[in-house]
């Protein structure tokens, strides 16, 4: 069993940056792979980011260039480094966990979710 707690979110403007924090309960984090999703009011929850065992990234179109995921084992955390912010980037973003191997990019992988942090972005 997994638990997942999110941090760092908030309010910012556009053109700012904020860096969400998941922390990972469990001995064997280093031994998932780990995503970001996020939920925009009314919309479908969307792909963020996500990083393998490996270190290998992979990245949602429209945050490749001003996102960057990292994760620290040591520590059970994986981080979402958000730059140059959008409007459109408001939404909850929530951290996910699932065993390494497959897509990253299907929400249906993960196994283990945490309860969401608020991001808000104003124009």
């Known amino acids: 069993q997994v638990q997942l707690v999110e941090s760092g979110g908030g309010l910012v403007q556009a053109g700012g940056s904020l860096r969400l924090s998941c922390a990972a309960s469990?001995?064997?984090?280093?031994?998932?792979?780990m995503g970001w999703f996020r939920q925009a009011p009314g919309k479908e929850q969307e792909f963020v980011a996500a990083?393998?065992?490996?270190?290998?990234?992979d990245y949602a179109d429209s945050v490749k260039g001003r996102f960057t995921i990292s994760r620290d084992n040591a520590k059970n955390t994986v981080y979402l480094q958000m730059n140059s912010l959008k409007p459109e980037d408001t939404a909850i973003y929530y951290c996910?966990?699932?065993?390494?191997?497959?897509?990253?990019?299907?929400?249906?992988?993960?196994?283990?979710w945490g309860q969401g942090t608020q991001v808000t972005v104003s124009s």
């Open positions: 469990g001995r064997t984090f280093s031994s998932y792979a």
């Open positions: 996910a966990a699932r065993t390494d191997g497959g897509s990253t990019y299907s929400k249906l992988g993960y196994d283990y």
């Open positions: 990083i393998r065992r490996s270190g290998n990234t």
